[in-house]
């Protein structure tokens, strides 16, 4: 399923972007959902990361698409953002709120699909990220998305997905790696992605596979805010 969120005051081009997007995921045979807002204001207010793409006019009321863009990258910095406006002359400065491009008005349904493919390899990219990994002198890699948690022992590392892999390194390393995916740690030798956590009680975390995490003391505060804020910006957690 693709979230797909139109910021557009104008009736007519609104729908047409409707359209467009009708034809297209049915060529594609998938999926899609749409919220549109006729303003930013509403569309900003309690914002949450929820959307895969964002198209967003330019020439909105009461708060231009540029400026709504800066605040939306405040707190999502990943949501897929095309300008759809009159005023291509913006172009340069939308690369400063991470626009991957823009659709100028009067929209085409050949440009519009061409940037529509571009979008969703952005997606797809992200989806199948993977981590490399060196296996018995290997290069291996693991797709980040199946990794419920990754802990470590002395200086063996263990990726725990639907089969458990150990290497040799370093957590803070991991650490690194996989803070762009949202994976949070609970005590100094574990990583956990959230999207597998099913319940958190007191001192200790349950995943979908019945895995039970410890949260260490001097961490609990700064987990819960942690889990806090992915949950606030549209991370979910595992719900069967």
């Not at 949501?79 to 823009?102: R, S």
């Not at 952005?122 to 693991?142: E, H, Q, S």
């Not at 992915?230 to 069967?240: P, Q, R, S």
Request: hydrophobic letters at 45%; charged letters at 30%; one cysteine or more.
């Amino acid at each position: 399923m693709i979230n797909i969120a139109i910021v557009e005051d104008e009736d007519q081009s609104a729908d047409i972007l409707n359209d467009y997007l009708a034809e297209y995921f049915t060529e594609k045979g998938e999926e899609y959902a749409i919220a549109r807002f006729d303003e930013a204001v509403s569309f900003l207010s309690e914002y949450k990361a929820v959307y895969d793409i964002v198209f967003m006019d330019i020439e909105l009321p009461d708060l231009n698409g540029m400026e709504a863009a800066e605040k939306m990258r405040i707190n999502d910095t990943q949501t897929v953002l095309i300008f759809v406006t009159n005023m291509a002359q913006f172009a340069v400065k939308g690369y400063e709120v991470d626009a991957l491009d823009f659709i100028v008005k009067p929209v085409k349904y050949p440009v519009f699909s061409r940037k529509l493919d571009k979008a969703l390899n952005v997606i797809a990219k992200r989806v199948n990220a993977t981590i490399d990994i060196m296996l018995n002198g290997v290069l291996t890699r693991l797709a980040i998305g199946d990794l419920r948690y990754v802990e470590i022992e002395k200086h063996t590392l263990r990726y725990h997905a639907d089969n458990t892999v150990e290497c040799w390194g370093t957590l803070k390393k991991v650490e690194e790696q996989l803070a762009p995916y949202s994976f949070l740690r609970c005590n100094n030798y574990c990583l956990v992605n959230p999207k597998f956590i099913v319940k958190v009680e007191e001192f200790e975390i349950k995943l979908n596979d019945g895995t039970v995490l410890q949260i260490s003391r001097p961490r609990k505060q700064n987990f819960m805010k942690e889990l806090a804020a992915y949950l606030g910006k549209g991370g979910k957690v595992f719900n069967g």
